[in-house]
């Protein structure tokens, strides 16, 4: 009798029912989905870490050289060139700007020239310092061209027209031309200074400065 008790005991002790199995399954199951979740999360939280570090790392601004301190502006000054006449032209000769009035310029030296028709043109080396500078250049006139000298028509002389002359010319054409061109010798001979040539005054048989005698005849 005592001996069934016993073992009505240990069976309602170590010998479990349907329900108490099943709690016991479903409390398996709960720890089995607890671990694989656990491990679950901790993948994620390293997943957020791994992409939050490539965010930023994208994000980061990326380190760039210094930039080089900026050059501090040049001072100029203005240059102001008064020109008489007003109406000359003015250039700076050693720059490539165009010169105007109040042109601002660095210091230093500058070539200057002044121009304008009728008057010489001057050039100029300035020093420009640290200030303003107006500077006046009085042109020279220069002088009037000389007047064109016209030469007066100069007309060729008549060319001297021959004449024909007789082998003795008589007393009167020698009498004639003895002031011109044939030479009285006063020896009884003429000479024609044209063509060099000498003849006697009078004709054979006459004589003196009349030549008064007959001249011979010869047969």
């Not at 240059?79 to 000769?93: D, F, G, Q, Y």
Request: aromatic share 6%; with cysteine; hydrophobic share 35%.
């Amino acid at each position: 009798m005592q001996a069934m008790k016993r073992r009505k005991i240990f069976m309602q002790n170590f010998v479990p029912n349907s329900h108490r199995v099943l709690s016991l399954f479903l409390l398996g199951l709960l720890v089995c989905s607890a671990s694989v979740n656990a491990k679950t999360i901790e993948e994620m939280e390293a997943d957020a870490i791994k992409q939050k570090q490539e965010q930023d790392a994208l994000t980061k601004p990326k380190k760039t050289a210094p930039e080089p301190p900026k050059p501090k502006p040049i001072q100029t000054y203005a240059l102001t060139v008064k020109t008489e006449p007003t109406n000359a032209t003015v250039s700076i000769r050693n720059i490539q700007p165009k010169y105007r009035d109040g042109i601002q310029l660095e210091p230093g030296k500058y070539h200057i020239r002044v121009s304008a028709s009728g008057y010489q043109t001057q050039d100029k080396w300035i020093e420009l310092g640290k200030a303003n500078r107006t500077m006046t250049v009085a042109l020279n006139k220069l002088p009037p061209p000389p007047e064109p000298v016209v030469a007066a028509p100069v007309t060729p002389a008549p060319a001297p027209v021959a004449q024909p002359q007789p082998a003795y010319p008589s007393v009167t054409t020698a009498q004639n031309r003895i002031a011109g061109r044939y030479i009285d010798h006063g020896n009884g001979t003429i000479t024609d200074s044209q063509t060099r040539l000498m003849w006697k005054k009078c004709s054979e048989g006459q004589s003196g400065n009349a030549c008064s005698s007959e001249a011979a005849t010869y047969k």
